[in-house]
């Protein structure tokens, strides 16, 4: 069992940054990738950014120059800073964690972002 702890997010003027952070813990040999996803009212859930161990980093269209994503800690945490952010960045951001052995995948609680003008 992997439980994933979020901390950061709140409300924050168009233009500002905000840094997110999830950190794994719990009985687990390997973390394979770990991401953020985001859900706005109304929307479905998106991927925004995503780390395999290996490095490989994916940004959404819209977040890329803007969000950088970073692994640290055994590659246990996972840290999401946000720069320039817009209005349309607000929602509620998800950590996510995949293992292969076995494999399966886990979800942090969500945190609020609240982007306004």
């Known amino acids: 069992q992997v439980l994933l702890k979020e901390s950061g997010g709140g409300l924050v003027q168009a233009g500002g940054s905000l840094t997110l952070s999830c950190t794994a813990s719990?009985?687990?040999?390997?973390?394979?990738?770990m991401a953020w996803y985001r859900q706005a009212p109304g929307k479905q859930r998106e991927l925004v950014a995503s780390?395999?161990?290996?490095?490989?980093?994916t940004y959404a269209d819209s977040v890329k120059n803007r969000f950088t994503i970073s692994r640290y800690g055994a590659k246990d945490t996972v840290t999401l800073h946000m720069n320039s952010l817009k209005i349309e960045d607000t929602g509620v951001y998800y950590c996510?964690?995949?293992?292969?052995?076995?494999?399966?995948?886990?979800w942090g609680q969500g945190s609020q972002v609240t982007v306004y003008a």
């Open positions: 996510y964690a995949q293992l292969i052995a076995p494999i399966s995948t886990y």
């Open positions: 719990g009985t687990f040999f390997s973390i394979n990738t």
């Open positions: 780390q395999g161990t290996g490095g490989a980093i």
